[in-house]
């Protein structure tokens, strides 16, 4: 039985719009794909036979976490598999993901340039 904390919520609604599919997010949380499903549905998260709006650039491939550099983006884009873009300096993803990363409302900034006033 899988238990919906918001962080796990947020995870199905990054996931599938960086177009994983609700198995590879059941295998992420160890859950059912229904359970995945069920939730985005009741999350008004919609989807289709269309993939997310975040495309890996033409010849680039997702690869396994083995393969992953220092400098390579750790995106999950399916299960097992990784961007491996180069990152950006300061966070663990490159720009694209970054950017989606970072709309996460848990996700706290890699690196604060802030100071106390
Ligand atoms: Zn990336």
Redesign the pocket.
């Given at each position: 039985m899988m238990i919906w904390t918001a962080e796990a919520e947020q995870r199905v609604r990054d996931g599938l719009a960086a177009g994983l599919s609700y198995l590879d997010l059941a295998r992420q949380l160890g859950t059912t794909r229904g359970a995945i499903a069920g939730r985005a549905r009741r999350l008004g998260i919609k989807t289709g036979p269309r993939r997310g709006p975040v495309k890996l650039p033409r010849g680039s491939a997702p690869i396994p976490l083995m393969k992953l550099k220092d400098d390579s983006?750790r995106?999950p884009v399916t299960a097992s598999r990784f961007?491996g873009?180069m990152?950006t300096r300061g966070t663990s993803?490159?720009p694209?993901?970054a950017r989606l990363c970072l709309r996460h409302p848990h996700a706290r900034p890699y690196h604060t340039t802030s100071r106390p006033a």
């Open positions: 983006c995106y961007c873009r990152r993803y490159c694209e993901h």
